[in-house]
């Protein structure tokens, strides 16, 4: 049994991982074939964990509500707002519009979805704003160098930065191009460094906590 | 009643509910935010059903005849054994399948794609022969592949990676390069901080333009009207807090 629960779905870990790790070297239309295959049937796999994702959401709200706890009320518009949504997408079949005309899943999308996620991430203008007034203060020389290079990009992207600091457009493009790109890039290759490795350790199986705890 | 004009209405209450956060909490927002988290997980799950259900399940075994996909189907019903306690660790097969596959495609691909090329791109040729004037060194900063901007991309991504590497002590020599390589990282900290700021003020503004559009006329003045409505409850909904007594935490 403890083959079933634990060793073998290390050996499936170890054989996929290996097949589609050599299968980047083998220039051969099976190859090919077979990434087309793994890429479709891990998007099938991933519509699954979904299911699990939306059940937890699920129960959680649920058990608000049986329990009337403070503010189950708008567990109430979480349900009404998805199940509506579920009812129209289903009803349009996921298609926003149909020959030009948007469908009623279309208008959900157009005058819910849209405006609650703008003005969701709109507000967080004034509260990084807000932050930034209380924390940016030049301390040191770090903090000076990064409050300067904020300044300089945030009057770079507006016509009246440009305006009241004729180079700052240049200046902008300049940091975001080189100084910001040689740092991305250095974080890009330690992450990576790190990701090869950690998918090493995951294929030989000595990472192992994808598989959970619980009995062996 | 139009579906346009309805939709301005329901967009410019719910713009208006988010909005007035910004004064204080308060269930106007909490409303619109559950009917927010909501509507995109009921979106997130019609568009699932289509393209996974649907278009890669179904269509495929049914017109096609592809019985092979009925294996993803059991690994991704394996998944949902996590529901029943003695069975729950079938879905280790699910998971075991997802990152085997996941970590495979991974190495290649980041070694090639993340390290390789970046070094290259990052190790480039200091002088350039351009035309008949033969080897070039170009001073112009404003061009990313110019020689003296080369040179800057090596000294940070070489000081930022220094900075990050802990098996030798940061003294001497080493401690000018990790002080360069905090330098850069400010930079890009900063500039990462100011890029955010804008791209969330291009976001008020969108929704600015939409309010004052759905202030004309045609549309029946959602915005005045619901601005003067959100703020009345708002009043209504501050004055009732404060009749009550505070509550015990």
Same mark, same amino acid.
Request: with cysteine.
């Given at each position: ?29 099976a190859?090919?074939q ?11 796999v991933?519509g699954?964990?979904?299911v699990?994702?939306v059940t937890s !959401?699920?129960?959680?709200?649920a058990a ?13 518009? !979480?349900?009404?707002?998805?199940l509506?949504?579920i ?5 349009a079949?996921?298609k926003e519009?149909?020959?030009g ?5 279309g ?6 979805l ?6 969701m ?10 932050a930034?007034y209380?924390s ?5 020389r770090?903090a000076?160098v990064?409050l ?7 009057m ?11 180079l700052?457009g ?9 100084l ?7 974080i ?7 990701a090869?490795? !950690? ?7 000595v ?8 009995k062996? | ?7 301005a209405w329901?967009?410019?209450g719910?713009t208006l ?11 106007? *927002?909490?409303?619109?935010e559950h009917l ?8 997130t799950?019609?568009?699932?059903y ?18 092979a ?8 019903m ?8 003695k ?9 075991? *399948? ?13 070694i ?5 090329k970046?070094?290259?791109d990052?190790?480039r040729?200091?002088?350039s ?8 060194f170009?001073?112009n900063?404003l061009d990313?592949s110019s020689s ?6 090596l000294?940070? @991504?070489?000081? @930022? ?9 940061h003294?001497g ?6 002080k ?5 990282l400010?930079i890009?900290?900063g ?5 955010? @700021? ?7 503004i969108g929704?600015?333009?939409d309010?004052i ?23 209504v909904l501050s ?11």
């Amino acid at each position: 049994m403890i083959f079933l629960r634990r060793q073998l779905p290390l050996l499936i870990t170890m054989i996929t991982g290996l097949l589609f790790a050599g299968q980047y070297y083998v220039p051969h239309p099976a190859s090919e074939q077979l990434l087309t295959s793994a890429t479709k049937w891990l998007q099938i796999v991933g519509g699954f964990a979904l299911v699990l994702g939306v059940t937890s !959401l699920f129960h959680q709200h649920a058990a608000k509500i049986r329990r009337k706890e403070e503010g189950w009320g708008y567990s109430l518009v !979480l349900y009404a707002g998805m199940l509506g949504t579920i009812a129209v997408g289903l009803w349009a079949n996921g298609k926003e519009s149909l020959e030009g005309a948007a469908t009623a899943f279309g208008w959900v999308y157009s005058y819910m979805l849209v405006p609650l996620q703008g003005t969701m991430f709109a507000i967080l203008a004034f509260f990084i704003a807000s932050a930034a007034y209380r924390s940016f203060r030049a301390r040191s020389r770090e903090a000076a160098v990064l409050l300067i290079a904020a300044v300089i990009v945030m009057m770079g992207r507006v016509p009246l930065g440009e305006y009241l600091i004729p180079l700052s457009g240049d200046v902008s493009q300049w940091i975001l191009n080189v100084l910001n790109a040689s740092v991305r890039r250095a974080i890009l290759i330690g992450v990576s460094l790190g990701a090869v490795a !950690l998918s090493f350790k995951i294929i030989f199986g000595v990472e192992r906590s994808y598989l959970g705890g619980g009995k062996e | 009643m139009d579906a346009t004009v309805l939709g301005a209405w329901v967009a410019t209450g719910l713009t208006l509910c988010i909005f007035s956060f910004l004064y204080k909490d308060n269930p106007l *927002f909490k409303l619109a935010e559950h009917l927010y988290v909501g509507v995109s997980v009921g979106y997130t799950i019609v568009k699932a059903y289509d393209t996974v259900i649907v278009h890669l399940i179904v269509k495929p075994i049914v017109e096609q005849g592809e019985i092979a996909l009925l294996i993803p189907v059991a690994i991704g019903m394996l998944m949902l054994t996590r529901y029943v306690p003695k069975a729950a660790w079938l879905s280790r097969y699910a998971f075991a *399948f997802i990152v085997g596959v996941g970590s495979g495609l991974a190495i290649p691909r980041t070694i090639s794609s993340f390290i390789l090329k970046q070094v290259e791109d990052t190790v480039r040729p200091l002088l350039s022969l351009a035309g008949g004037d033969g080897m070039t060194f170009s001073m112009n900063l404003l061009d990313p592949s110019s020689s003296i901007n080369v040179i800057i991309i090596l000294i940070g @991504v070489i000081s @930022v990676l220094f900075y990050f590497f802990f098996s030798i002590e940061h003294s001497g020599p080493g401690k000018v390069v990790a002080k360069t390589g905090v330098m850069f990282l400010m930079i890009a900290f900063g500039a990462a901080f100011g890029y955010t @700021v804008m791209a969330r003020m291009s976001l008020l503004i969108g929704r600015l333009t939409d309010l004052i559009e759905f202030s004309d006329a045609s549309y029946g003045r959602p915005t005045l009207w619901l601005l003067i409505v959100t703020i009345g409850m708002l009043i209504v909904l501050s004055r009732r807090t404060q009749g009550k007594p505070p509550q015990e935490s």
